[in-house]
């Protein structure tokens, strides 16, 4: 697991980020007993496909010589789960940012920068073969935005309330929706 972490640090170039996550780690039943076998679950997430490659080639190389370090057998490696690139299309992103702005009110729609977030979405649009945006809208009460730090979904602290939220959320996908009708 340590030596996993060097693969962001010492491998990749720092301009391309990546993100490798151990999401689970479970060995053993009681402790004085050691454990036959262990298992863990990684989560990768990068913003481009030659360095996502990079990096799943660089962690069954350190898995197997971690085993073989150790005498132990050939490790069982399963690939999960794999999500492409959530690209959002500029010029479709422009007109739904557009069409929220007249709905929301200006102050309500920001641009965020590209995120490191774990999303199927991107299947969608490629699956059907078309342009995508995808969005976050805000749910959280005034209390929790005056806070050090907001949780985000996949925290265990995350809870939007949820009024306005569902309304807003409603409103900002109609006025997607009805942009992009509009355009055809």
Not at 23 to 29: E, K, P, S, V
Not at 35 to 40: N, T, V
Not at 129 to 155: C, D, I, Q, R
Not at 160 to 178: D, F, G, K, R
Request: aromatic share 8%.
């Amino acid at each position: 697991i340590t030596r996993i972490q060097t693969i962001v640090s010492r491998e990749l170039d720092p301009r391309r980020a990546a993100v490798v996550t151990v999401g689970t780690f479970h060995a053993g039943l009681k402790e004085n007993i050691i454990p036959d076998r262990a298992e863990f679950t990684l989560n990768i997430r990068t913003f481009d496909d030659g360095v996502r490659t990079h990096v799943l080639d660089a962690l069954r190389r350190i898995i197997s010589a971690e085993a073989a370090a150790s005498a132990a057998p050939e490790p069982e490696i399963e690939e999960l789960y794999t999500f492409p690139l959530n690209y959002n299309d500029p010029q479709e992103t422009a007109g739904v940012m557009e069409a929220m702005r007249e709905a929301l009110g200006e102050e309500c729609v920001n641009e965020v920068a590209p995120l490191m977030g774990s999303e199927d979405f991107g299947h969608l649009a490629q699956a059907i073969g078309v342009p995508s945006v995808y969005w976050f809208f805000g749910g959280h009460s005034a209390e929790t935005l005056e806070g050090e730090k907001v949780p985000m979904n996949h925290s265990p602290f995350f809870a939007p309330v949820l009024e306005p939220t569902l309304s807003t959320a409603v409103e900002a996908a109609v006025a997607a929706t009805l942009s992009r009708l509009e355009r055809c």
